[in-house]
């Protein structure tokens, strides 16, 4: 009964006959789990376990929908050719723009699962603007797997008038799921999936910045987006604490099978397990990708005619390293494509973060930059070797998400394997606390010399400061100078360092004057210590001799 079916290939009768079908299915199958749940355990209680059930439900001859099945069919894909799916989306839906597109709303009182005992609620979204392919959402209910039919009652269409009536068999480009994530009595937005592999989820008090995606491919390159294609939405009656949402992917390089658990909470918890089967050589695929903005920040004032002091969704790569390293990499907006590359062996976490949590920082009273969360990854099994690889693209406005961060293997993936990545995904709020060490909390670079001053000025040099606070810094603040400045550079040179108790902060300001050739790039890293001890994360800029 597990039928993959496509609704742009189903006929509105045949589509009827099979509710019908699976409405029959869907009431032996609740029976026989009424039953399962209902059959005492070894202690003598009802086996109310969900797991036990199902186990239960097995044995009586049938086998609930779940990962597995999306697996199997991932790996059918993956030995067929690719076949590219034409835009489904009529002309006047194709042509809409951003605008008349969000003009488009589900209508509340239409939100599926309602009828489920659950607080999660599932909203669908409209074909148009650049979401011209739709997307095939299931739900399961007593493990059978029924597709969501499309229907223009569920919209309101706002402002938007169109010639003729839309064809009855649309589709969604994508879905999203409520919860009453800040308040008990409102359903907030929880999590959304749209636009090829997109995803992005929320926490307590946070709003929407950066994404996550399923997978890149060749990122930074000829890049190529594989897309979840089908999805299966999985709420457990009475069990409020997750959801589960299943679903396909495929690309002409790669098919693949992913595992959602949503957990709802201050930071939301995604739990992810990706079976990925490739069809072709692959020279770099990106796991576990996030894709963000930074457009200006106290490090990177190249764009100053703006009221708005900082504009970024994140403002720093923070990555565990297999050896226990915690690292700090400030973004910024750079002049031409750059790539930067933390070679690692199973490396233990890696985000995008937004530390900056302060709103005179940003000032803009519609965005709320400050709220938006960090997505903090941590492998669930071992990645072996590869390297963390951080992009960052020029932009010119706040519109373009221009950079991305993903997990890299060393070698290259090809035809016959099959890839198994677990792992979780966070919302982040502060990064306090998660690692014991100080944290760079801000970053400047100037010329290296105060203004006004009659010291000589060297060409190509700049002074790159940082401000450290946390850990056991207001400690060392009692004898100061004792906490050194540890700095090294790839190339060029360092020419001088200092440091100075920053009391504002509880912590310390340390500054590095560097010196590099015309053009070259330099990687500098810095970290307190004392006593031979690290007391701070490392923090990596580079800086281009310009």
């Not at 749940?37 to 199902?54: C, E, N, T, V, Y």
């Amino acid at each position: 009964m597990n039928q993959w079916v496509s609704m742009s290939t189903f006929s509105r009768r045949s589509f009827v006959e099979g509710l019908v079908a699976l409405a029959t299915f869907a009431a032996t199958a609740a029976t026989a789990k009424e039953a399962a749940s209902a059959r005492p355990a070894a202690g003598g209680q009802p086996a109310d376990d969900p797991a036990r059930a199902d186990a239960a439900m097995k044995e009586a001859g049938f086998s609930p929908f779940g990962y597995g099945d999306v697996i199997k069919r991932a790996r059918e894909l993956a030995a067929l050719p690719f076949v590219e799916k034409p835009s489904q989306a009529p002309e006047a839906l194709a042509k809409l723009g951003f605008d008349q597109w969000r003009d488009i709303r589900f209508r509340p009182d239409k939100a599926l699962l309602g009828n489920s005992d659950t607080n999660f609620r599932m909203q669908m979204f409209h074909l148009g603007f650049l979401f011209q392919h739709a997307v095939t959402v299931n739900i399961i209910r007593d493990g059978v797997a029924t597709p969501v039919p499309y229907s223009p009652q569920m919209f309101d269409f706002g402002q938007n008038k169109f010639a003729k009536p839309l064809p009855v068999n649309v589709g969604f480009a994508g879905f999203r799921l409520h919860y009453p994530l800040n308040d008990p009595t409102v359903r907030d937005e929880l999590i959304s999936f749209i636009g090829a592999s997109y995803f992005r989820f929320l926490g307590q008090g946070q709003v929407y910045g950066l994404s996550a995606r399923g997978l890149a491919i060749n990122a930074g390159g000829q890049e190529e987006f594989p897309a979840f294609r089908e999805f299966w939405v999985d709420v457990r009656k009475g069990d409020d604490s997750r959801v589960t949402v299943f679903a396909l992917l495929d690309s002409p390089s790669v098919s693949g099978a992913y595992q959602f658990n949503i957990y709802p909470a201050k930071q939301t918890v995604v739990d992810v397990e990706a079976t990925l089967f490739p069809r072709k050589t692959i020279e770099k695929i990106g796991v576990a990708p996030l894709t963000s903005m930074f457009f200006i920040g106290e490090n990177d004032r190249r764009f100053t005619d703006d009221y708005r002091p900082e504009v970024h969704d994140s403002d720093g790569l923070l990555i565990h390293s297999g050896s226990g390293e915690w690292i700090w990499r400030p973004l910024h907006n750079p002049r031409a494509p750059s790539t930067s590359s933390f070679t690692e062996n199973n490396v233990r976490g890696f985000g995008l973060m937004q530390r900056d949590r302060v709103f005179e920082h940003y000032e803009d009273l519609d965005i709320a930059y400050e709220r938006r969360p960090g997505y903090w990854v941590e492998p669930r099994n071992p990645w072996g070797e590869g390297r963390v690889e951080l992009i960052e693209l020029p932009t010119t406005d706040e519109t373009n998400d221009n950079v991305v961060a993903a997990w890299v293997p060393k070698e290259a993936v090809g035809p016959g394997q099959q890839l198994i990545y677990r792992y979780s995904i966070t919302a982040v709020g502060a990064t306090d606390g998660m690692h014991a060490g100080g944290q760079a909390i801000n970053s400047f670079q100037s010329a290296p010399r105060a203004l006004g001053s009659s010291e000589p000025l060297h060409p190509n040099t700049r002074r790159l400061m940082v401000d450290f606070a946390g850990g056991e810094l207001p400690y060392w603040l009692k004898a100061p100078d004792r906490v050194k400045v540890d700095a090294s550079a790839s190339s060029g040179r360092i020419l001088r360092t200092f440091i100075a108790p920053n009391p504002k902060i509880g912590g310390f300001r340390a500054g590095v004057d560097v010196e590099a050739p015309p053009g070259q790039t330099v990687d500098v890293r810095v970290f307190l210590r004392a006593d031979n001890k690290a007391l701070t994360e490392t923090w990596i800029f580079p800086w281009r001799a310009e």
